[in-house]
């Protein structure tokens, strides 16, 4: 069919019209009419943000106040972010000159100002008190003086009468002056510390030195000061860096001993903030030709220090800082005890016990042939005397002897039997400030029982180890110890222990009866000890040999005294040098004896001076004898061949009698290839 063109174009409009009345219907348009033409809307300009700098001010030391065009804008280290513009900047923090700069910033600047303020602060010296009223022309007097700084002391110097007599590079000074030439009258003494900075500041004060007189009895409670040619006993000061401990300390009784208990309150102790100062403690001093002996009675009434006056130097520990630890016998956080050094009495329990750091009394006795303190735990109240344990040690000082002999005597007044503990506990290092590796611990014993230690290749508490060398490693030379270790002796085999430091040639002997007083325990702490800082400041380490009546530590062993009774022994403690080491031992003598290259390494050294005639055997036939004079200071040191056909292998005997013939000593080693 033929369909014109006037027809499709009909058809075309009705299909549009078809279509605008679908779309209106569904709202695309909201009425037929057209659509209104929008008006275009105008898009707002955007004000451009300046660009900021960057102000980095490194300027040392931390926490110095930043001033920007004279307004505080915070402390050191501090970023900035300015405009363009310049500025005044301004650095400052007291004890150091200001800074001041100039700053010229730009857009998109990134400024860094690296700089450090000179320190202008000189240090605070503070100088320790000096005997009052003066000494004597010949009593050592302890000058110690702490330099503080807002960075660091690069050094002290001491100066008395204006020489130099002393120099550290530290912070605290530690010197005690020997008056022996010194002559009467006042001197002055000053002490000058330095920071790297240049910045120097002294402190000064003055001591009368009297001329040597016959001495006169102290006041009450002071001893009777004596001074014979070769024997004196007087009263001065030390000077020991210490934590202030004492206003947390408090107190409480232990009913079972009647016993006055004082413990650290460590948390209030620990949120002071502690930091230690300078503190001055009464000293009395022993001496004689051969030895000074020092006690502090504030401190337990310990003897703090033996010097060998034929070399200065001191066999026992002495901690640069009296530092509170967590060791002892009370709970971790109310323990304080102090690693002062030297010898501590240890009552009436363990670990330490409650009186190691109390005031103890104490007086001096002069006796024809040396001279003794007696030191005392309790008052002289009786009344409270009879209410519990009680003890007294007598150190007696011979007057030609180069040793000290120490007598504790322990009294139980009650009406009721009490068992306790009772320890000598020693601190030593020998001649070095801190254990040396090459300490040699002689204890004549086979086996030993672990107390505990923080070496897992060892045996564990209460467990037993055979001594001196357990699984390969030789435990009686210190370098071998891992971390630390206490060890109790179960079966003393002879009368005697020692050490020997073989850096220093410096060495210690102790003789007491075992069947009296068998308890004898070594500790120390090892190189992997990890607990240092709880006791010290300096990163130091000592030995501990501990003697007493109880075997061991634990309460099976305690020492049971009856109503009304006593114990009392005497034990004899000898300082030696320079013979090589420790064989054998007495209260008369002291000998090593090694075979190296077919020859006798021999040395001997006595507790007096005197005459002695020695022998040397081999298996048993005599190869060699000679006469020697010896004193405390000068030892025998000899090195003698064997016998030509001697064995590689045998036995070597010594032996030393005096003058007379009379035997000192004699012993039998074997000598292995």
Not at 65 to 72: F, H, I, L, Q, S
Not at 229 to 258: C, G, I, K, Q, W
Request: glycine share 6%; hydrophobic share 40%.
């Amino acid at each position: 069919m033929t369909v014109s063109t006037a027809t499709r174009s009909e058809e075309r409009c009705c299909r549009v019209v078809q279509w605008i009345a679908v779309l209106c219907a569904v709202g695309v348009f909201t009425s037929c009419k057209p659509a209104p033409i929008p008006t275009p809307t105008a898009t707002p300009t955007a004000t451009p943000t300046p660009a900021l700098a960057s102000l980095h001010l490194d300027v040392g030391p931390t926490g110095a106040t930043v001033y920007v065009n004279g307004e505080e804008k915070g402390h050191t280290p501090l970023t900035l972010r300015l405009p363009e513009g310049s500025y005044k900047v301004h650095v400052q923090r007291e004890g150091y000159d200001p800074w001041q700069r100039d700053v010229e910033l730009r857009p998109g600047d990134q400024v860094l100002v690296a700089e450090a303020l000179r320190d202008a602060a000189p240090p605070v010296v503070t100088l320790s008190e000096l005997p009052t009223g003066g000494v004597h022309v010949g009593q050592p007097i302890q000058i110690g003086a702490l330099a503080t700084d807002n960075e660091t002391v690069a050094f002290m110097r001491l100066r008395i009468d204006g020489e130099w007599v002393s120099k550290v590079k530290d912070s605290v000074l530690a010197y005690t002056w020997d008056t022996h030439s010194a002559e009467a009258g006042t001197h002055m003494i000053v002490v000058a510390a330095s920071d790297h900075a240049g910045n120097v500041s002294e402190a000064s004060r003055t001591v009368d030195i009297m001329a040597r007189a016959t001495p006169q009895p102290s006041p009450t409670p002071e001893p009777t000061v004596t001074a014979r040619p070769d024997m004196s006993a007087h009263v001065t000061a030390v000077t020991l860096l210490t934590y202030p401990y004492e206003p947390y300390l408090r107190e409480r009784v232990d009913p079972r001993y009647n016993f006055r208990v004082v413990w650290l309150d460590r948390a209030a102790y620990e949120a002071s903030n502690p930091q230690p100062q300078l503190r001055t403690f009464k000293a009395i001093v022993l001496e004689n030709r051969y030895l000074s002996l020092t006690f502090l009675p504030e401190l337990g009434g310990r003897l703090y220090g033996c010097a060998l006056k034929s070399s200065g130097q001191n066999i026992f520990y002495h901690n640069a800082v009296l530092k509170p630890s967590y060791w002892g016998p009370l709970r971790r956080d109310e323990n304080w005890w102090l690693a002062a050094g030297g010898i501590e009495w240890a009552l009436p329990v363990h670990e330490h016990g409650y009186e190691w750091g109390l005031f103890w009394t104490y007086d001096v006795e002069e006796q024809a042939d040396g001279v003794s303190i007696v030191l005392r735990d309790k008052t002289a109240d009786e009344r409270y005397r009879n209410d519990c344990l009680w003890t007294e040690i007598r150190v007696t000082l011979p007057e030609d002897r180069a040793y000290f002999v120490v007598e504790p005597r322990l009294v139980n007044p009650t009406s009721q039997a009490v068992a306790f503990q009772f320890w000598l506990n020693a601190a030593l290092t020998l001649g070095s400030a801190s254990t040396s590796g090459n300490t040699e611990f002689v204890y004549p014993t086979e086996r030993m029982i672990v107390h505990s230690t923080g070496d897992p290749a060892l045996p564990g508490e209460r467990q037993t180890m055979t001594w001196p060398v357990y699984n390969g490693r030789d435990l009686s030379h210190y370098r071998n110890w891992r971390n630390w270790l206490g060890v109790f002796v179960p079966d003393a085999q002879q009368n005697y222990v020692g050490a020997y430091n073989h850096d220093t040639g410096l060495g210690i002997v102790r003789v007491f009866a075992p069947e009296v007083v068998p308890g004898l325990k070594l500790f120390s702490f090892g190189a992997d000890f990890p607990a240092r800082a709880e006791y010290s400041d300096d990163g130091s380490d000592y030995f501990e040999m501990w003697a007493g009546p109880c075997r061991t530590f634990w309460p099976e062993d305690d020492v049971i005294l009856g109503p009304g009774q006593s114990l009392h022994w005497s034990e004899i403690w000898l300082p030696f040098r320079r013979i090589g080491g420790l064989d054998r031992a007495n209260a008369e003598v002291v000998v090593k004896a090694d075979v190296r290259d077919s020859q006798v390494h021999l040395g001997i050294t006595v507790s007096q001076t005197r005459r002695v005639h020695f022998e040397l055997e081999w298996d048993g036939q005599s190869f060699y004898q000679q006469v020697a004079d010896l004193s405390p200071d000068t030892p025998l040191l000899a090195q003698v061949p064997l016998p030509s056909r001697a064995a590689l292998a045998g036995e070597l005997t010594v032996r030393v009698n005096d003058h007379n013939g009379v035997a000192l000593l004699a012993y039998t080693k074997d000598i292995a290839p």
